[in-house]
């Protein structure tokens, strides 16, 4: 079970959609995941880079014939940070009370 954490950096709706796609699979290739986005080549790439500055995601390019492909996967710590973040968005809705409930 992993500590929840509040990730600054993985909270934005982009980024948090990015590394819940990529949690969900073990590679998501760039034009799988510009589709599930519905972003620019150059928005996810900077998505990407960013979360691969911060180590947590890595990404890996190759031939696949004549065309050059981009494929991208969490790293363990990007892992960690994912499922931190989430813990930490579950304390935060569980301490959640309507007006005139007790605690509040």
């Not at 909270?11 to 998501?28: F, I, N």
């Not at 065309?67 to 990007?78: F, H, P, S």
């Not at 973040?85 to 309507?98: E, K």
Request: proline share 3%.
């Amino acid at each position: 079970m992993s500590t929840a954490r509040f990730d600054e950096l993985i909270h934005p709706s982009t980024r948090l959609t990015l590394v819940a796609t990529l949690a969900a699979a073990d590679w998501a290739e760039f034009a799988f995941l510009k589709d599930r986005l519905g972003l620019s080549d150059s928005a996810l790439s900077k998505q990407l880079a960013t979360l691969e500055e911060a180590g947590y995601v890595s990404t890996e390019r190759r031939l696949e014939g004549s065309r050059r492909k981009v494929r991208a996967r969490l790293t363990a710590a990007g892992r960690a940070a994912f499922d931190g973040h989430i813990a930490a968005l579950r304390d935060i809705v569980a301490g959640a009370t309507a007006p005139g409930e007790p605690g509040v």
